[in-house]
Structures are given as C-alpha cells and as structure tokens.
C-alpha cells in the first residue's frame, strides 16, 4: 500500500521517491487519485476506469498518460517514472531521464519475476522444463497435461488478466508424455492494453521456474497462398514490425541476470527442433500440412488491410498474428530455446475481390478447435523429442 502511495505520489509531485513498491492493493489508488490535479483525474478516468485489482495495470497506464499528455517530463518525468518504477522495479539501475514511451518505466524487475516463480514453485511440486504458450483456439491443448496443478492468473501475484475469448486464462503445470512442462493456457497481447514487457513477462517467470525451452503455439492467418486453412506453419524466423517501428519488449534498462543488452536473433527459432518436427510430420502422416515459414506479428486487434497484407507479403511474411515475437524475443533474450509453430486459420486476401470471407475471430477459435488434436499431438511428439534433446539432459 504505501509502495502506490509513495511510488505514485512522488512520481506525480516530482520529489524522488525509495523504492519500496511491493504490493497491489486498490484503495491506495484513491490516495493517489487525490494527489492529481482535478484536470489530471478527468483525463485519466476518460480513459481508464478504476476496478479493484486491476487498479495495479491501470495505475501504470496513468502515470504514462500523465507524462505525455499533461507534460509532466523533464525532472517530474523521471520522478513520476520512479513511482511506477518502485512498483515494479527494484534493481538498482535507475530509469533514463528522459522517458520516451510507457515500456521504459513499467518492465517487470527481477526480483518481481523471481517471486511470481518461487509462489508457483511453491504451490507444485512439478518442476518444468518446457514453457508452453496455447494460441487463440488452441487452449485445450492443456487439457492434455496429466497430474495437473493449474493457477487462475488472477491468483498469481503481479500477474495480469487474460481478456480475449478462446484464451482461459490460467497456467497449468503438469506432465505431457511423461515431461513436466508449464503451460499458459491463454496469452497477454498488445492489443488488451499491456505493454510487450508485461505481454510476455510469463517468458521470464519460465526461466526462472527452470525451463531450458520454449514452445509457442499462435493462430495466424495465412499470406502464401499455398497455405491452406488447418495447416500448420513451423516458425522459421520472424520480422518484428513492431521492433521495426521502435517497440520492444526489452526496451528500458537492462537487467544482465535476464540476459545481454543486444541480444542476437539470427538463429531465434531452433533448425534442429524444426527438422525433428518435419520428420514427425512425415511419421504423422501429415507433411503435406506442414510447412516452414516467416511469422510477423502485428499490434491489432483489428485484421489487415488488403495494402497491409500485400505489403507484409512483398517482405517476405508467410503468416500474419498479434503475438509470439515479442515472446521469443523475451525467450532468447534469457537463452531459452524456441520452437514455434502457427496454425493457419484463415487465409489473408491479395485483392479486393477476393471470394475469402473476412478474417473474424470466431472463425479462429473455430479452426483452432477443429484442429487441437493434430496440433495436439504434434505437441506432444516434440515435448518428447525435445526432452530427449541434449540441451535437456
Ligand atoms: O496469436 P494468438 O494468441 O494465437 O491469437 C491470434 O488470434 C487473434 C485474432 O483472431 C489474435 O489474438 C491473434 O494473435
């Protein structure tokens, strides 16, 4: 409590501030909404409403609109990045003077991440080795987990809320073909409100729970035109639009115990984990299904345009998404390896008189359900085979 009201409080009245923002707890933000000027509080509720235990994200966002929009920057700027800052941020190097966008001030620190995993580690006695991400439509491929220990993200703490339909919202721990694995049933994304740090900050608490892999699973719609709907695309690379364009989920300082300043991603997704799932396809029976690609993600929630599309494919883009990247840039940004594959749910017009219906998400999550099984299993094979791999032993 006296963490918001110190961080917040400070930030806004522009005196440096300890660090000493621990918990979340929603009256604070009262205290905090009187410290504003009556101008600041109508700004802010304008655009965001103020509800219990969300008042923690909520709280985040306002110091960020407070600083573009009232021009609270300069020495204030940085003070108020601190209040945000001794909410989430306990490492001792400071955030720049100059706060260019919300990322800078809201990443989660170490110790916070290091907490979320000892209260996890704590609650199970299963000890993961494989972080596992279900796309939109593909959440039941937790349901595949046995002697399962599942945490509702509203029961982890600093954990955000899942807010998309066909994403439940829940990290289940649990055994898949013998392997003890962790799996978010449910993703954070761009598009509900959370900044990239926090969309894939649960990449973070993997690592630190003692996963050595990643294995994301995302729906996408399909741009090369030999994919058809129900396929499965194995993530060769992917082009960072939104890193093109100056947002990253390690953006703001770096904390060395994650992993390097400038991390490389030229070998992001692991070839050998890719050539293992080709063959499996091939014992599947279904190598005609499956085919290796370039994945791009996009900030949504709305669908391309058909400029966009062709754009996207002019770059070289095989699948089109909202999410992933700025997942496995989190996960090799602390030396995970990454395997990833995207289901093709829709295909992606090049014209305007295209007969596709409109990409809608409905028609997504149907897809996604249609085609669990195979996804399924083809997960299940490669947790196997990737237990098997040295980096596992
Ligand atoms: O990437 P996942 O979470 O699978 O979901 C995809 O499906 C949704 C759009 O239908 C977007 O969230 C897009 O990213």
Not at 93 to 102: G, T, V
Not at 152 to 163: A, D
Not at 223 to 232: A, E, Q, S
Not at 343 to 352: F, G, Q, R
Request: proline fraction near 5%.
């Amino acid at each position: 409590m006296t963490g918001y009201k110190n961080g917040i409080a400070n930030g806004t009245n522009g005196h440096g501030g300890e660090v000493n923002g621990q918990t979340k707890n929603a009256p604070a933000y009262t205290a905090i909404e009187n410290s504003l000027t009556k101008r600041q509080q109508s700004l802010v509720k304008d655009d965001y409403h103020v509800k219990g235990d969300v008042a923690f994200d909520e709280m985040n966002l306002w110091n960020g609109k407070l600083q573009y929009t009232n021009g609270i920057n300069g020495t204030n700027g940085v003070n108020a990045a601190n209040g945000v800052n001794s909410i989430h941020h306990n490492s001792k190097e400071s955030p720049p003077s100059q706060i260019s966008n919300f990322n800078d001030v809201m990443s989660y620190s170490y110790e916070i991440i290091k907490e979320i995993a000892d209260y996890l580690l704590e609650k199970t006695s299963i000890r993961p080795k494989i972080g596992v991400i279900c796309g939109s439509g593909l959440n039941s491929l937790a349901d595949f987990l046995t002697q399962t220990d599942a945490f509702p993200y509203e029961s982890i703490p600093h954990f955000p809320i899942s807010t998309v339909e066909g994403h439940v919202g829940r990290m289940v721990f649990g055994y898949l073909e013998g392997v003890p694995v962790m799996c978010m049933q449910g993703r954070f994304h761009y598009y509900e409100g959370y900044p990239l740090s926090k969309c894939s900050m649960p990449v973070r608490v993997m690592k630190l729970v003692g996963c050595t892999h990643l294995l994301a699973t995302n729906a996408a719609g399909g741009l090369n035109t030999k994919f058809k709907v129900g396929d499965i695309m194995l993530v060769r690379d992917h082009v960072n639009m939104m890193g093109l364009a100056g947002n990253s989920p390690l953006q703001g300082p770096n904390d060395p115990r994650f992993g390097p300043r400038f991390p490389p991603m030229t070998n992001a997704y692991d070839k050998e984990l890719i050539k293992i799932a080709k063959k499996i396809s091939v014992e599947m029976g279904i190598e005609k299904n499956i085919h290796q690609g370039v994945y791009t993600c996009l900030g949504g929630p709305n669908y391309e345009t058909v400029a966009e599309l062709r754009m996207l494919r002019t770059l070289g883009v095989d699948a089109v998404g909202m999410s992933t990247v700025h997942e496995v840039i989190t996960a090799r940004h602390c030396d995970l390896t990454v395997f990833a594959f995207s289901l093709i749910t829709n295909k992606c017009p090049s014209d305007y008189d295209s007969d596709e219906d409109e990409a809608n998400h409905e028609e997504v999550v149907s897809v996604g359900k249609q085609r669990q099984n195979l996804c399924a299993e083809l997960m299940c094979k490669m947790v196997r085979a990737i237990n098997e791999s040295p980096q596992c032993k």
